[in-house]
């Protein structure tokens, strides 16, 4: 809530501007783009994880009709001036160089050697099947572990290791933590790199005018303006030469934040044949092509009191950067230590990260990105520490939450929690799950012979990027202007890319509450930098925080000018002066206190602005404001979730029976859009924990390669969700806004993980990896049965 | 995901699909719902020349009786229709509910029962049920057809007893004798809905409670669909209580030659599926007689 304002919009279920559009098929995307004279572009991929190129002919593919000509990765690498920029650079880190294309050698399955261009898509797929390339296939490195084994021969030579960094620190002093404890829990825990699928697969359309030397790039991206950066340092154009639109774009969960090969390919096949180039990955294509996200070994033993209290940790990670580092990526397995406390007191913690190339697509963000995986240790912790002193893990949680009254709170890794209150949380999801009755029917169940397991956690994590600090030279604003018409209607520009969260209906509430317009005279335009100026985008739901609190900023603006022009309208009227500072703005109309039957609207304003009038002498005409903001922390929301499960003691088939998410946000916009994005994230999390893993071969082939082998949850497999809130405003912004893109998520696969390893725990199980397929929990029945009966019951 | 460039014909008759069959001989393909099909030729998997769409082939999409009693089924009908047939829900529920459980709506909208048999998919559904039903396959050619038992049906991986130049034209499934009940179950693949093990049984109980028939249809398991013979014969003759179930069902594997190993499910996984879900067959089945 904006201070010291009558809030009506913000906080009610305003239905969402875009759906109309998107509903009826009206929805702009990239691929929907046709331009006059467009070609289409297809790219031809190593099917070889790690082969040597010694030759690429072209001349079969050239010479088909229709075909406008064919390059080399080559050819399209000569182009650029530079290699991918990477940003916040790692002490001691080491990196290969990345072109758009594989000249010589190709590192994964997938890497882009030749490309082609067609007055068809199906010619442009045609010449693919006719372009020889010699191939000298190398050994490949799949596994993470083995890739850093000294043994296993090197992908980059030059490199001398497959290293990216090892990198090592501590905070408090964890060994004497590990002398004093009663005793250690220790686990090895997998992550599996997981394939984002937003709902479009990645697309992008380039033109270039050749009279001009511009360009302009559809590209489906969430974040337009690092787009256009990353492309024209690359290509050795100037920024204001490249326009890059990102229209309307179905889903990125961090796998569009990266600017990718077949960005720049497309403007430099543009500019070769002369025409507009139009790229669209099918399904099978993105699977091989675009980012994955996760892919960790976790290496975790914490030392605890008899009393539950964990005292110390001490990590391992191993992370899969695939073939190359690119944007941050490299950055994201260290987010996962710094938030490895958890929402836990603990102080005393030592780590290890370890980041290794192997053969496989580069790995980036994904819903999520490196909280997750410190969730999802911190949170098993808690149980293999509640399962080892035998107590409930709700008590033992308690036992260690960071108290409510020690926020601000600085972690001992680093971070600084903004506000919370655990206790808060969790007491309204076990009253809601009705704990206790869910522990007394699982007694009874369980003497039935029935396989069922209640799953707790309590989950925090880091969102609402920036500040600058953070951003490792992305930039930590977001830029905001608000601009109103001669009809006094409000036009806002945002340099966040919102696709598909629905800021279009949530700023324009903001808006609409702040300046008292109806909410319908609000647009809000994003995603073309030729229109919004400058911007970072949206992702690690920074674009109600950040964006969000950038138009507040530009709103302040616009209604003091407003007011300057109200006064003078103001005095016309009433043919007297006025002083500026009585004049009030409220429910749309400006007035003076002891003149109620006087007032102007917004109309009247926005046309007084630019006709200019009875302007005064020192005011210029034109309302509009631009502000670029940028937080001065990071805002950490949090989450309580309870999950139930029942696994068939026959097929080991998983089904989740209940599902509880209390969640906090702070403020809340728009509960039916802060609703949607815990559906979704419970989805997403949900089908981690039970399904979702890419599956590689030791050639380095994606064996898990389409939707017919690669398990993303179904709506009809998941229960009704059972969501509530509490809300803990942030102090670290106006709005009080905390973000909630991926919080569910973050919370689902520990959640669901602990309940099914509750299910499993009489058997003496302490740990499952995920994903928790029938088949890995028929074997864990299978071994342990005949094996001791014990653990919580 | 683009196929190759093939010429495409939907003519209206069978006669005509078979002038056109023999006209381009090996470099065409029929194409019934197309969902195995074109996702192999969009993979160039599968490269026809030439498609012959059977879609606008009314004669071949129907649900009726035939004169023998039979449920005759179009080839061209597909799980949609099936699912929601009277017919087929009052003289075999368990067919129209397996049709339910196909992949996904898409998929039972375009999906075939002549395509699915035609097609064999080790994973597939319907040839499970065939099995255990006792569907005969009538076909024809542009000299005449014959009628295929489904027992002579499927012969190996995507491999089957129809000859390129023939066409399946219908199904016809026998009328069950009274005490019969029929059950399909499986383990759905999570990604596809595919069976990664799949069991129908259909078992014919006598007055004095005694089976008298029973057939067993295997799917998923191994490279084609199987009758589990060895579990039918336990069943048979017997007084069919928990015991014999689960003895019946343990030798459900019997017949899988060699159990598919994949990303899904290893071929120990599938071997205990196949005797967890024969048992899950069996007594449904067994609930369903009478
Ligand atoms: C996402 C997805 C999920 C699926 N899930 C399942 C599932 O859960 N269970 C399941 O059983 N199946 C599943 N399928 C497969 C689906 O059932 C197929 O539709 C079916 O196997 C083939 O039928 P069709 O009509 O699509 O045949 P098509 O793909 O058109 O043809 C398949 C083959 O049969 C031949 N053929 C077709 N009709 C005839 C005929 N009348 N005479 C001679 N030859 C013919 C064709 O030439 C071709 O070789 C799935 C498919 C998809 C795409």
Redesign the pocket.
């Known amino acids: 809530m904006i201070a010291g304002q009558v809030s009506k919009l913000i906080g009610s279920r305003v239905k969402r501007k875009e759906d109309p559009r998107l509903i009826t098929g009206e929805g702009k995307y990239t691929d929907d783009v046709i331009l006059p004279g467009m070609a289409y572009m297809a790219v031809l991929r190593s099917p070889y994880a790690h082969a040597r190129i010694n030759g690429i002919d072209t001349a079969q593919a050239a010479a088909l009709p229709d075909v406008l000509g064919v390059m080399t990765g080559a050819e399209v690498n000569e182009r650029c001036s530079e290699p991918f920029p990477l940003f916040a650079i790692l002490e001691g880190m080491q990196y290969p160089e990345r072109w758009p294309m594989a000249a010589t050698k190709a590192n994964y399955v997938g890497e882009p050697v030749a490309a082609v261009v067609a007055s068809s898509r199906a010619a442009a797929r045609d010449a693919l099947d006719l372009i020889e390339v010699d191939y000298e296939p190398l050994p490949v490195v799949v596994d993470m572990e083995t890739a850093a084994d000294p043994d296993t021969p090197v992908i980059f030579e030059e490199m001398g290791s497959n290293l990216c960094y090892e990198a090592s620190d501590q905070a408090g002093d964890p060994d004497r933590a590990f002398a004093e404890a009663d005793g250690v829990v220790e686990a090895r825990m997998e992550q599996p790199r997981l394939i984002p699928n937003p709902m479009e697969p990645r697309a992008t359309v380039a033109d270039y005018e050749r009279s001009s030397g511009n360009a302009t790039l559809w590209v489906t991206t969430q974040n337009p303006h690092i787009e256009r950066m990353v492309v024209a340092q690359m290509l050795g154009m100037p920024e204001n030469k490249l326009r890059v639109v990102a229209i309307d774009v179905g889903g990125g969960f961090g796998c569009k934040i990266n600017t990718y090969s077949e960005s720049l390919i497309a403007i430099i096949l543009a500019q070769e044949f002369g025409r507009p180039v139009k790229w669209a990955e099918d399904r099978t294509e993105h699977f091989v092509s675009t980012s994955h996200g996760r892919g960790q070994a976790q290496y975790v033993q914490a030392a605890y009191k008899k009393d539950g209290t964990l005292l110390g940790m001490k990590l391992k990670i191993y992370a899969d950067l695939g073939a190359y580092a690119q944007v941050i990526s490299h950055v994201i397995p260290t987010l996962t230590p710094s938030l490895a406390p958890g929402v836990y007191a603990c102080r005393d913690i030592g780590w290890t990260t370890v980041g290794v190339f192997t053969n496989k697509i580069p790995y980036d963000a994904y819903r999520g990105a490196g909280r997750p995986e410190a969730a999802y240790i911190i949170e098993r912790v808690m149980d293999l520490i509640a399962d080892a002193t035998g107590k409930d893990p709700v008590a033992v949680r308690r036992k260690n939450f960071i108290p409510k009254d020690a926020f601000p709170y600085e972690t001992p890794t680093g971070m600084i929690y903004d506000s919370a209150d655990y206790d808060a949380a969790l007491d309204k999801a076990l009253a809601i799950a009705d704990y206790d009755k869910l522990r007394a029917d699982q007694k009874a169940q369980r003497k039935d012979g029935r396989i069922v397991g209640v799953g707790v956690t309590v989950t925090t994590e880091v969102c609402g990027f920036g500040p600058a600090a953070a951003m490792g030279g992305l930039g930590g604003f977001e830029s905001a202007t608000v601009r109103v018409d001669p009809m006094g209607k409000v036009t806002v520009l945002t340099g966040a890319s919102p696709h598909g969260q629905g800021e279009e209906t949530s700023f324009a509430q903001i808006v609409a509450d702040d300046l008292g317009v109806p909410f319908d005279d609000v647009e809000v335009i994003h995603g073309d930098t030729s229109i919004v100026a400058r911007g970072v985008g949206t992702f690690g739901s920074r674009t109600l925080v950040v964006g969000g609190t950038a138009i507040v900023k530009a709103n302040e603006q616009i209604k003091e000018k407003a007011k300057l022009i109200a006064t003078a309208l103001l005095e016309n009227k009433i043919e007297d002066t006025l002083d500026p500072q009585l004049v009030t703005l409220e429910d749309g109309l400006f007035s003076v206190q002891d003149m109620p039957d006087q007032y102007v609207t917004w109309a009247e304003v926005g046309a007084e602005a630019y006709d200019g009038q009875l302007l005064p002498e020192d005011l210029d005409p034109g309302l509009e404001a631009v502000s670029f903001w940028e937080p001065p922390g990071l805002t950490f929301p949090f989450s309580a979730h309870i999950a139930t499960v029942e696994i068939d003691p026959d097929t080991g088939e998983v089904s989740l029976t209940r599902y509880v998410s209390v969640d906090d946000c702070g403020t809340v916009i728009n509960p039916t859009l802060v609703e949607g994005q815990i559906h979704g994230g419970l989805a997403q999390g949900i089908g981690q924990a039970l399904l979702e893993q890419a599956v590689w071969d030791d050639e380095g082939q994606l064996v898990s390669g389409s939707l017919?082998d690669y398990a993303m949850p179904f709506a009809q497999e998941f229960p009704m969700f059972e969501l509530d809130r509490t809300v803990t405003p942030s102090p670290v912004n106006p709005l009080g806004a905390k973000g909630i893109g991926e919080m569910a998520t973050i919370s689902a696969t520990p959640t669901v993980a602990n309940a099914v390893v509750d299910a499993l725990s009489p058997l003496g199980v302490t740990h499952v990896d995920i994903p928790m397929t029938a088949e890995r929990i028929w074997r864990v029945l299978q071994t342990h049965r005949r094996g001791r009966r014990g653990g919580r019951s | 995901m683009i196929p190759q460039a093939f010429d495409y014909y939907a003519p209206t008759s069978v006669a005509d699909a078979l002038r056109l069959l023999r006209q381009h001989g090996d470099d065409a393909?029929?194409?019934?719902?197309?969902?195995?099909?074109?996702?192999i030729m969009k993979l160039r998997l599968s490269t026809p020349q030439c498609l012959i769409d059977?879609g606008r082939i009314s004669e071949?999409r129907f649900i009726g009786e035939a004169d023998d009693g039979c449920l005759a089924i179009g080839?061209?009908s597909t799980?949609h229709d099936i699912k929601n047939s009277a017919l087929v829900q009052e003289r075999v529920p368990a067919l129209a509910e397996a049709a339910g459980?196909?992949?996904?709506v898409q998929?039972q909208n375009?999906?075939?029962i002549?395509?699915?048999l035609?097609?064999a998919?080790p994973?597939?559904?319907?040839p499970a049920l065939a099995l255990a039903l006792n569907f005969e396959l009538v076909t024809a050619t542009a000299r005449s057809g014959r009628t295929i038992a489904i027992d002579r049906f499927f012969r190996d991986l995507l491999t089957t007893a129809?000859r390129p130049n023939?066409?399946?034209?219908e199904v016809h499934i026998p009328a069950l004798p009274a005490g019969t009940g029929v059950a399909y179950q499986k383990l759905?693949n999570k990604a596809?809905?595919?069976?990664v093990v799949g069991v129908a049984a259909a078992i014919t109980v006598g007055d004095d409670g005694v089976c008298t028939d029973a057939r067993v249809g295997v799917t998923g398991a191994g490279a084609t669909a199987v009758r589990a013979r060895n579990t039918e014969r336990i069943l048979k003759g017997k007084h069919i209580d928990a015991a014999v179930i689960r003895r019946a069902a343990k030798r459900a594997g019997a017949n899988v030659e060699d159990f598919n190993d994949d990303l899904h499910a290893s071929a120990e996984y599938r071997e205990h599926l196949t005797t967890v879900f024969a048992a899950r067959a069996i007594e449904d089945a067994l609930s369903r007689a009478g």
């Open positions: 017919m | 393909k029929l194409l019934a719902g197309g969902h195995s099909l074109l996702p059977l071949l080839a061209m799980y459980e196909v992949g996904d998929v375009k999906g075939t002549g395509g699915s035609a097609h998919d994973a597939g559904d319907f129809l023939e066409i399946l034209t759905p596809s809905h595919y069976a």
